[in-house]
């Protein structure tokens, strides 16, 4: 709580003022592990954006905006899992990740639900072109319209929200890539030249154990509302193994440490030259941003608002833990701000351009720092067998001691038909027999080929007990061509996504733009095998019933055409006779073959 | 098979022993048996014939809306319409009488259709104020109500000539006047011819006038009908010089095709961080917008701008090269095609109907400044039908740092005027006559003949299409955008037979979009990609092996039945 009532401070000086500022937090997380969290944030004018004259704002991604009037918009890109276990809670709250693959969800102003549907397609569309995403494969089966889990976080006139679309979609099979990587670079003023942005590099970047991109445009107006500013954001989140980080890009393959390096434990009775029992680590290991990275900072990213570049890098980690900083010649000293934090600014004015970076030297293990615990935990898995129907489950544990309201949401493809009455919600933990969870349910069916199921569950967990949601549901089966190339590897089925409701303590804690963000969680995303059929089928159908009409025609026509006669009557006679002397040439031109190939051995001898 | 058997019984067996061996025949057949296996073979093929063709035929079909083809074709050869531009210049005269007038027209006209060797193209004078001489007091009420635009639907005129008496000199003078579309003429007092005259200096002088005003425009529909195949031989064209030839092949290159919006994008592309600001608000307000005000009665235009930092080079060109001679950098006249980093740089167009001109103002790293073009030292060109691009080399500095962040409305002065100069080169608009009324009646007289012409043929095209593929549908929209098209090429025809230059572009324009409209219809693209094989292959498993019995049994019958013709003719 402490820690992120820290970031809250740290981050909230980000919200106003200045047209552009970035941010880089670096968090040594356990085991060898490194948490990076970028974030970019530049802001336009309401009349700049108006008039088309962008300057820190990107005009592709502008246009787009205005041609499908959408006022708020946040998509995100991710991949890998976060371990809440050994990491903590989540980056941000949980507020800019999203699930596995390609999510988005926008407020599109339409009149009606027709026209907010064909607005949604033209910005699915537009986007699938400016992220090389295949985003325009959310199609009306996977857009869904949340109603509890997510609410606006910009500030939208209070006569205008009336007309605003909430639309939701999602693609957990896309494969986030360093294709994304390029387009979203292209959108920082910097273009990843100058600044922290220059650290990113695709093969480190998705090598990472967990890594999601998100961009948030949202408008920020001043209290009163006659100023606005449309906001963006740009965060990297990444998590990455240090170890597997440093290995060099030419030799990519990871190789056992040669055994002199490695510390046997030689009280274990097989310990001996070939046999080794290795002793946990008792040094942290060296890194630097290089190391890790790949790559240096190139100097400050000049647009960056001057008196909020002292604090641009910021190490989130206990003090004893201690680096050095490099950049030009100057001795820097980074600055410390919290007791876990040390910030630094980044070379800039006369020193522009220069290299910088930070070195992390070999030093004894220090404790780690502080991780705030997080306030749930979620898994989700499939149960059941068969081609038939299978079932879901997933466990939501309170690890607090206070109760939690949340509200769950699945998004489910049309061709996992759930069935609602099997939806059961238990809680276990003593006292909580006849607890009654489920507070609250939307469920819109599915429409086979045009919408998917979604569901949206008001949950209640008491202190420290665990909830367990589960349902049953059918596998539909598809037509042919409905089937993906890969049709054998299964359907990724969307996480669920979690909100956590502020109860009375988080309110009073946190800031009213951390609040408008919200506390998110989301579940791993699942396959869903599906019968698949042998796909020469129609083929074989074809051909086969073909066929049979064939073999039936044939007979019933012979039947009444042919005349029938004894059987030494048949005419057949000349047709044998002429088979016979067929057979009789046949017969005499290889006697003739033979007789010369022979007559041409006794010639040889 | 009866006959058969007579004939075989015809010729006795030679001997007893191959007597024995003869072949046992079956029985006659009975002739009512023949007929029935006639009449079983017959309903089979009735049924395939009469019922199995026409449903197959009826559910295989593709629906084919019916189109004027003649009509599309006539247009596509140019027999409906032959382009005329009729110009009604109007006199006016406050000195003079109406008598004077009149006879000064009379001559005029006489010596400007002896000069004119373009037929499509004529100049006619007419009188500027006869339409108010007679209409009642409550009809000029109603003319002066109506806007300048409605006027110029019943009235086009294209010129107005003031003819204004000098006193001073005694030679004639004109002026023309840049922001209108009015040609002063002084002319000496005692020049006004007699009304008996046939030809007068005054009159050879303003015949002379007007030609040398519009040979451009001549010369630029002559180019232009030229290069269409199915007016070039309808009509005789104005002979050009090879230089006006080069000059109007260049400007037709360079120039975008006529669209109803274009969107302009200005960029500011910086080789580093600074500058990273212009006050581009201010310097469009300034410096475009009275350009585009009037460009406005051709297209529509919508601006947006961007800034752009850390802009590379592509890798594809020579880096630029220092020249001590002229102590600036240079890059090379062959590399300015790849200047524009299209990989890097995010110039996508705008969204949107309509072409996107890119105007990008280049500012070099202080390094490389000043930067040059290397032939000519000039810093400034043109990309066709995609934008211009300026180099803004800024007052040099040995300290980057101390470069401007912003670049004001003054800097951006000279870039601007570039910008407005390209954009006009751009959209087409000719060099002389200096008046940009003028230029742009002009422009509208070549976009409405390109237009004619560009839908003409894509009617042309899409009757060869509809005739030469028979397998695609075509539908009802199709044959709606088609009629569209022909009614507004008429009306765009008679319009500027009628001198109503505004009104033939804006049918025009209709009848283009429409014409593309029905040639990219989506439903006729992809049926043709949907093969004959295709079908065969389906088809043929279950034809094959009920055809080959229905075939064979028909031969064998159609053989047996001659036989027996032939057998009883014999």
């Known amino acids: ?605 | 098979m009866a006959l058969e058997t007579v004939e075989g019984e015809a010729s006795p067996p030679p001997n007893i022993a191959e007597a024995v061996n003869i072949q046992k025949k079956p029985p006659p057949e009975s002739p009512q048996n023949v007929w029935t296996r006639r009449m079983v073979i017959l309903a089979f093929w009735a049924v395939a014939l009469l019922l199995g063709m026409p449903v197959w035929w009826k559910t295989t079909e593709v629906y084919r809306a019916s189109l004027p083809l003649s009509q599309m074709t006539d247009w596509a050869e140019g027999k409906n319409c032959k382009p005329v531009f009729p110009l009604r210049i109007a006199v006016k005269a406050p000195m003079l009488s109406s008598q004077e007038i009149e006879t000064i027209i009379r001559i005029t006209q006489h010596a400007l259709d002896d000069l004119n060797d373009f037929s499509a193209h004529h100049l006619r004078l007419v009188p500027a104020d006869p339409i108010i001489h007679r209409m009642s007091i409550q009809e000029i009420q109603e003319y002066g109500n109506k806007t300048s635009s409605q006027r110029n639907d019943s009235e086009d005129i294209s010129l107005l000539l003031n003819l204004k008496p000098s006193f001073g000199s005694s030679t004639s003078s004109t002026q023309l006047q840049p922001y209108a579309a009015t040609l002063d003429i002084y002319f000496p007092n005692n020049q006004v011819p007699l009304s008996t005259a046939t030809s007068s200096p005054l009159a050879n002088f303003i015949a002379n006038e007007l030609q040398a005003l519009f040979s451009e425009e001549q010369a630029s529909l002559s180019y232009l009908m030229a290069s269409i195949p199915s007016v070039a031989q309808t009509s005789k064209s104005k002979a050009l010089s090879s230089e006006m030839a080069t000059k109007l092949s260049r400007r037709s290159t360079r120039s975008f095709k006529y669209a109803p919006t274009y969107h302009l994008t200005f960029s500011l592309f910086t080789a580093k961080a600074r500058p990273s600001a212009w006050e581009i608000e201010a310097a469009l307000e300034e410096y475009l917008s009275p350009l585009l005000a009037s460009l406005s009665i051709i297209s529509n235009f919508t601006i947006d701008s961007q800034v752009q930092l850390y802009a590379t080079f592509s890798p594809s060109i020579r880096q630029p090269e220092f020249d001590h001679e002229r102590q600036a950098w240079t890059v090379r006249k062959e590399d300015l095609g790849g200047f524009i980093n299209a990989a890097e740089w995010p110039l996508s167009p705008s969204i949107g109907a309509g072409p996107t001109v890119n105007f990008i103002l280049y500012v070099p790293d202080s390094a490389q400044s000043p930067l040059l073009i290397a032939e000519n030292g000039g810093n400034s060109w043109l990309v066709p039908q995609w934008g211009g691009i300026q180099i803004m080399n800024l007052p040099f500095s040995a300290d980057g740092s101390t470069r401007p962040t912003v670049l004001t409305n003054d800097d951006l002065r000279p870039a601007m005027h570039v910008f407005s100069n390209q954009l006009m080169s751009l959209l087409g608009l000719p060099d002389t006559p200096n008046s940009l009324p003028l230029k742009l009646s002009t422009l509208t007289r070549l976009h409405t003949t390109s237009l004619l012409s560009s839908a003409s043929s894509t009617l042309g095209a899409l009757a060869r299409l509809t005739q030469s593929l028979t397998s695609i549908a075509i539908p009802d929209s199709v044959a709606t955008s088609v009629t569209t098209t022909l009614y507004r090429l008429d009306a765009a025809c008679t319009d500027m037979k009628e001198g109503r230059f505004a009104s033939a572009l804006e049918n025009a324009r209709v009848a283009e979009a429409e014409a593309e409209k029905a040639f990219f219809e989506r439903s006729m693209v992809g049926q043709v990609y949907f093969p004959e094989e295709h079908k065969v292959a389906v088809y043929l498993p279950l034809l094959g092996p009920v055809a080959v019995p229905l075939v064979m049994a028909a031969l064998k019958e159609i053989r047996l039945l001659v036989r027996g013709r032939r057998v009883q003719d014999g």
């Open chain 1, 1 to 605: 709580m402490f820690f992120s009532f820290l970031l809250c401070l740290f981050f909230t000086s980000l919200a106003y003022g200045s047209d552009y500022r970035e941010r880089l937090l670096l968090r040594p997380l356990p085991h060898g592990a490194l948490l990076a969290s970028f974030n970019f944030q530049s802001n336009a004018s309401s009349t700049s954006f108006e008039q088309q004259n962008f300057r820190y704002f990107p005009r592709s991604l502008g246009q787009i905006l205005q041609h499908t009037h959408t006022k708020e918009l946040h998509l995100r890109f991710s991949l890998g899992r976060w371990d809440a276990e050994a990491w903590g809670a989540r980056p941000w709250n949980g507020a800019r990740e999203g699930g596995t693959g390609v999510e988005l969800w926008a407020w599109v102003e339409a009149a009606s639900d027709k026209e907010a549907n064909a607005r949604w397609l033209t910005l699915t569309n537009a986007l699938s072109g400016l992220f090389c995403a295949s985003l325009n494969f959310i199609d009306s089966t996977r857009t869904i319209r949340p109603v509890m889990t997510f609410e606006p976080e910009g500030s939208h006139p209070p006569n205008a929200l009336g007309n605003l679309h909430l639309l939701h979609g999602n693609l957990p099979h896309e494969v986030v890539c360093t294709e994304n990587l390029t387009p979203f670079l292209k959108l920082l003023p910097c273009k990843g030249k100058a600044g922290i942005s220059s650290l990113f590099d695709g093969h480190k970047l998705f090598d990472a154990s967990w890594q999601t991109m998100a961009i948030d445009v949202r408008p920020v107006c001043t209290g009163d509302g006659s100023e606005c500013v449309l906001e963006m954001e740009q965060t990297v989140d990444m998590v990455l193994d240090i170890e597997r980080s440093k290995r060099p890009r030419d030799n990519p393959i990871p190789r056992p440490a040669p055994i002199e390096d490695i510390r046997c434990d030689e009280s274990k009775f097989y310990n001996s030259h070939d046999s080794c029992m290795p002793l946990a680590k008792s040094t942290e290991p060296a890194w630097s941003l290089q190391d890790v990275f790949g790559r240096q900072i190139s100097g400050a990213c000049p647009l960056s608002d001057a008196n909020d570049a002292e604090r641009v890098i910021c190490v989130n980690a206990v003090p004893e833990r201690t680096f050095e900083i490099r950049s030009g010649a100057a001795q820097r000293v980074a600055e410390q701000v919290a007791p876990d934090m040390r910030c630094t600014a980044l070379p800039s004015g006369p020193e522009e351009g220069l290299d910088f970076d930070l070195l992390f030297s070999d030093q004894p293990l220090t404790p780690p720092v502080n991780l705030t615990r997080p306030r749930l935990h979620a898994f989700r898995s499939m149960t059941g067998h068969g081609q038939e129907r299978g079932g879901i489950e997933a466990v939501l544990r309170n690890p607090l001691s206070q109760p939690v309201s949340l509200v769950y949401m699945e998004s489910l493809p049309w061709f996992m038909k759930p069935y609602l009455h099997t939806l059961n919600v238990a809680v276990s933990g003593n006292g909580n027999r006849d607890f009654q969870a489920l507070k609250e349910t939307y469920y819109r069916p599915a429409v086979d080929r045009e919408r998917g199921t979604h569901i949206e569950l008001l949950l209640e967990i008491p202190a420290s007990s665990t909830l367990t949601l589960s349902y049953d549901f059918d596998k539909a089966i598809l037509r042919y061509t409905e089937y993906p190339p890969d049709a054998n590897r299964g359907f990724d089925v969307a996480p669920a996504v979690i909100r956590l409701l502020p109860n009375a303590a988080d309110i009073a804690s946190t800031s009213a733009d951390e609040r408008q963000k919200g506390v998110y969680l989301r579940t791993t995303d699942l396959l869903l095998p599906l019968p698949t059929p042998d796909f020469s089928m129609p083929y074989n159908v074809i051909i086969l019933t073909s066929t049979v009409m064939a073999l039936g025609f044939g007979s019933i026509f012979n039947l009444l055409v042919r005349r029938f006669v004894a059987a030494d009557e048949v005419e057949g006679a000349t047709l044998r006779a002429r088979i016979a002397g067929l057979k009789e040439r046949f017969r005499s031109k290889l006697q003739s073959i033979w007789a010369r190939h022979s007559g041409k051995g006794e010639k040889d001898q």
